[in-house]
């Protein structure tokens, strides 16, 4: 049974840091695409970063690019988000996702949360001015 368990999240001064985690269970990663999505309140539910289990390759929306940072630690079957720089766009639920990765671009695929099978619970992010 494919599980997500997301956690660090919590509530930063613009300009602060937080990493958030997501601990995997119940698949092989190496198979699967991982993404970071986030929904703010009132607005769509937007992929923010992925990587590819398969061959490390990785995606960010361009808000975030220089200052977040996904990667994947393979021994602990966790991936995680570093969030550097972060400002008071910033704060929404963040959710972790997987899917199995295809002939798409990881792009692609990061584009589309209705392909994503898999979620975690979520966790908030809270950015004050």
């Known amino acids: 049974q494919v599980q997500l368990v997301e956690s660090g999240g919590g509530s930063v001064q613009a300009g602060g840091s937080l990493r958030l985690s997501c601990a995997a269970s119940g698949f092989n990663l190496d198979y699967y695409a991982i993404a970071w999505f986030r929904q703010a309140p009132g607005k769509e539910r937007e992929g923010v970063s992925c990587i590819s289990g398969s061959n490390g390759n990785t995606y960010y929306i361009n808000s975030v690019k220089g200052r977040f940072t996904i990667s994947r630690d393979r021994a602990k079957d966790t991936v995680y988000l570093q969030m550097n720089s972060l400002n008071p766009e910033d704060t929404a639920v963040y959710y972790c996702?997987?899917?199995?990765?295809?002939?798409?671009?990881?792009?692609?695929?990061?584009?589309?949360?209705?392909?994503?099978?898999?979620w975690g619970q979520g966790t908030q992010v809270t950015v004050s001015s």
């Open positions: 996702a997987a899917r199995r990765l295809s002939i798409n671009t990881l792009t692609a695929l990061c584009k589309a949360p209705a392909g994503f099978g898999s």
